[in-house]
């Protein structure tokens, strides 16, 4: 049974400098394209939500700290990120803790102040350490049983882009985010 909230508790989202997403499952369906060119060159293509790469650059506007993690590796989820501009840790074999550890130890944060979003059993290790474990809505039951937030929309289907506004909502920006990026682009 899930003991996540509609809303993240003030107090957690305030402590956060560091959002951790996974990738397959979160920032897209869990659907992975694979075929080959006529050379047999493998090739590989995943759908990511533009709205949810707006959330994770909003979060960035607003002075955190974005990463993705990955339990596979993909030269597509290495495109998505550099078009976002966040860090890219992918690791074979879901092997994450390593790479949160060297991510926590390089910018000096504790796990307390890290959100992670998560969809399958890849992300439960580093879930249960997180400060704020969170879980899209088609998570597995196990990463829904540690969430204390949970989105009501599907991985690749807007739900980092919930969990972005719920987060900045918590802490107080969601409003002075959208407003600067509309300033900036206004042309005022």
């Known amino acids: ?3 996540a ?10 402590r956060i ?11 897209t369906d869990a659907g992975v394209y694979v075929g080959a060119t006529a050379s047999g060159e493998a090739v590989e293509l995943k759908r990511f939500d533009i709205q949810d790469g707006v959330g994770m650059k909003m979060l960035r ?15 597509a989820t290495e495109v998505r990120a550099r078009e976002l501009g ?6 074979q ?19 307390s102040e890290v959100a992670m979003l998560g ?27 540690v969430a204390i937030w949970e989105s009501t929309k599907r991985g690749g289907h ?13 802490r107080g920006r969601l409003a002075d985010v959208v407003e600067r990026y509309v300033s900036e682009r206004s042309g005022s």
């Open 1 to 3: 049974m899930s003991r």
């Open 5 to 14: 909230s509609a809303e993240i508790p003030q107090a957690v989202a305030q």
């Open 17 to 27: 400098k560091l959002v951790i997403f996974d990738v397959d499952g979160v920032l």
């Open 61 to 75: 506007w607003s002075g955190l700290a974005v990463a993705i993690v990955s339990g596979r590796v993909s030269q």
């Open 86 to 91: 966040v860090e890219c840790f992918q690791e």
């Open 93 to 111: 074999d879901a092997r994450k803790i390593p790479a949160i550890e060297s991510l926590l130890a390089r910018h000096g944060f504790a796990w």
């Open 119 to 145: 969809d399958d059993i890849p992300d439960l290790a580093a879930l249960r350490r997180v400060g704020l474990p969170a879980a899209v809505a088609n998570a597995t039951s196990p990463v829904r049983e």
């Open 158 to 170: 807007g739900a980092v882009r919930e969990f972005c506004d719920a987060l900045l909502l918590a």
